[in-house]
């Protein structure tokens, strides 16, 4: 397995671990606090790209290639996340001229 970064061996695994922590959760408090779609759907990605973090500082374990094949799945996933959420917001914004998730109260029918 071919390291691309050499520096990053002289970096603690709990460093590594806890940037994706932090990261997972300033994306965790932006999805519990914001009420705004797109703001809602990129503290999602945040969320998906702290895991990936943490994905990738376990792959540094001799031999272990599973998680990189897991960070190239949640890539994957948050492609489709992105492009059905941001359909979703051009269709709200379009019926109701506004993204505050309060406001889809009123589409229950």
């Known amino acids: 397995m071919m390291n691309f970064l050499p520096l990053t061996d002289s970096v603690p695994l709990?460093?590594?671990?806890?940037?994706g922590v932090a990261v997972f959760a300033a994306g965790a408090f932006g999805f519990l606090v914001r009420?705004?779609?797109?703001?809602?759907?990129?503290?999602?990605?945040?969320m998906l790209n702290g895991a990936n973090i943490v994905l990738v500082a376990f792959s540094r374990a001799p031999g272990a290639a599973?998680?990189?094949?897991?960070?190239?799945?949640?890539f994957a996933v948050a492609a489709a996340e992105a492009g059905v959420g941001l359909a979703l917001a051009v269709l709200i914004w379009r019926r109701l001229g506004t993204l505050d998730i309060d406001a889809l109260k009123e589409l229950k029918g």
């Open 14 to 19: 709990a460093h590594i671990v806890g940037l």
């Open 66 to 74: 599973d998680p990189q094949v897991w960070v190239i799945f949640m």
């Open 35 to 46: 009420r705004n779609l797109i703001v809602l759907l990129m503290c999602v990605e945040l």
